[in-house]
């Protein structure tokens, strides 16, 4: 959620006093969402009561839960938290009701005199906005509501945590403490979700790439920027290898563009006009402005320009592994999956409108097939149509979202419509994969742009030998390498599928001075195949050498002793706690050959 649409959930809306009722009908997510919002004002009155003189900011309803920030004289504890439950439980027994008032802006300014938050938000409103609030016992708020009709009727909650939150997302605001809590309807749903929190936990990137020694960031060199390290850096490579191949196998073409240019091109784009707050300030050189890229895609367009283009050529599928710098606050900051510096794995297609639907359904088959090969199967897809402002000739977006909405429906995939969702130069798709926890990452975009062709001028000489505008197609598949990376992590939990996993057996000799001359034979037989193997040459015992290489996630463990060594075989374990027992190498080379070709 925004900051914008936070700040609505919280700005006075005119809602009807009968909106809070239970009978409207609604969907499930709505009145979660609504028992949600009530359980923060709830959450709210109690932190009033444990904190008197508290200052209270936002705290709308999200995903799963919900949060409120406060101004508060001490940073909360753990105890505070379950204090802060407990008055609410007690509130909750109370059954008070949530009653809605609509008041003057005058008698708003009186009331919430005390709290400078409420007061500004107040301030900001439209002159002839209607001001409401909720209250519940002695705890009054300024709100649009909606809520349940009571606060007997709010579910069953947990608080979860506490962080920092700066005052309307300003880094120079006041930093406010946020109390973030879940709420569902029965103790049973509250359990699920608490047993997926946990297994989310287990499953961060952020702990993970550490504990396989994946990847860094060093805050005292920059924050949001990604220091690969030798296994993150070969899984890193494996990807882009069968990204590269997958591209040229598909039809692309591979390009490479610089990592700065002028003004004059991100002045021509509209970044520096739309996109300027999200740029890295410019880079004076002879006399003249250079701006790290925030995108790749002005880049492709002025190869496309170094000469006039043939209807024969089109369409052209240019891809590119391209590495973009982008301003993001310090406070939204999260492991890879918010960062600074990015490699986006992007594409751009220029077609004719005449080929339109069928580049549309070849890049949908072909993001499908690069997600299914990583191991996503399920998905979430969204089509983002016209807004009220945009550029481009209606004809042009009415043929481009029937060619979107044809594309999926011929290939039998459920979305929904995101009605006046698209950017504001064309329509597109977003495909979200859902992880083994059911969470949905957002990868795929397949954009329509009728802009930048019309800015920089771009045409194709047509059949009629007359100069034609051609369709332009952004296509992020992956999205881009860091985010999709912490997505994979979390995904498998760092027991990566064979074919990309950086350490594909561990091979551990019993003895180091009897068994290491066999146990090199053998790395050097799994090298040949293009296996990727090591060797554990610790001084520790057997057991916990191989209760390392399960904490590394390593799929095969090689044990070698006497018996193995003689019979020319090694022990097979599997990470998974399978043991299958002595295996000639030949035929274990065999298997794992196999499994990595197969990306199961």
Sequence with gaps: MSQVDEELDYAPHPYAAEDAKQGDPESEGAALARMRHSAAHLMAGAVLKL???????IGPAIEDGFYYDF??????????LRAIEGLMAADQAAAYPYQYEAISRDEALALFRDQPYKVELIQNLPADATISTYQHGEFRDLCRGPHVAGTGAVGTYKLL????????G??????????????????????AH?????????????????????????????????????????????????????????GYDIVFSPHIGRAWLWQTSGHLEFYKESMYPPIEMDNQEFYVKPMNCPFHILMYKTRRRSYRELPLRW?????????????????????RGFTQDDAHLFCRPDQMHAEVVRVVDFSLQVLQAFGFHEYEIYVSTRPDKSVGAPEQWEAAEAALKATL????????????????YGPKIDMKIKDSLGRAWQCTTIQFDFNLPERFDMTFVGEDGKDHRPYMIHRALLGSMER??????????????????????????????KHMEYAESVLAQLKTAGLRAEIDSSKERMGAKIRQAQLQKIPYMLVIGDKERDSQTVSVRLRSGDDLGAVPVADLIERMTQEAASKA
Excluded at 161 to 168: E, S
Excluded at 321 to 329: I, N, W
């Design 51 to 57: 904190f008197p003189d508290a200052k209270f900011g």
């Design 71 to 80: 101004d508060l004289p001490r940073p909360l504890t753990t105890e505070d």
């Design 161 to 168: 945590t506490v962080a920092g939150a700066y005052w309307r």
């Design 170 to 191: 300003d880094e120079k605001r006041p930093m406010l403490q946020r109390i973030y809590g879940t709420a569902w309807d029965n103790a049973q749903d509250l359990a």
């Design 194 to 250: 608490l047993h997926k929190l946990e297994e989310a936990e287990r499953r961060d990137h952020r702990r993970l790439g550490k504990e396989l020694d994946l990847f860094s960031i060093h805050e005292e060199a920059g924050a949001g920027l990604i220091y690969w390290h030798p296994k993150g850096g070969l899984m890193r490579v494996i990807a882009e290898n069968y990204w590269r191949d997958a591209h040229l196998a598909g």
């Design 319 to 339: 891809a590119e592994l391209g590495t973009v710098y982008r301003y993001e606050r310090s406070g939204t900051l999260h492991g890879l999956l918010r960062v």
């Design 409 to 424: 429906d011929e290939r039998g995939l459920p979305y929904k419509m995101d009605v006046g969702g698209g950017a504001f």
């Design 484 to 513: 999709f990376f912490g997505c994979l992590i979390e995904h498998y939990a760092g027991a990566f599928p064979l074919w990309i996993a950086p350490v594909q057996a561990e091979i551990i000799p019993i003895s180091d001075v």
